[in-house]
């Protein structure tokens, strides 16, 4: 049986997506997504949801941005 959608938080200027989930002990499962991420098929609907609405063109490009500039801050040349 696949986990339970609990809570979905969106986190930070970037629009991360905050996943909780409940897997079938009861216990609690952790994940976040970024927008340079591509959703598996069997993505929760509301997460996908939530995606298409948040990951627009401006914030994945702000992303990628940030990402770049952190890569550039931990390998200068």
Known sequence: ???????IEIASEHKHIQI???????????RV???D???????????KD???ELWTDEVKS???TFQAEQEAKLNPE
Do not use: C, F
């Not at 909780?20 to 952790?30: A, F, L, M, P, V």
């Not at 991420?37 to 997460?47: C, G, I, P």
């Open 37 to 47: 991420m591509t959703l598996a098929d069997d993505e929760h609907q509301k997460v």
């Open 1 to 7: 049986m696949a986990n339970k959608l609990d809570k």
């Open 20 to 30: 909780r989930e409940i897997n079938d002990s009861g216990g609690y499962h952790r």
């Open 62 to 64: 702000a992303w990628a």
């Open 50 to 52: 939530q995606a298409e």
């Open 33 to 35: 997504l970024t927008p």
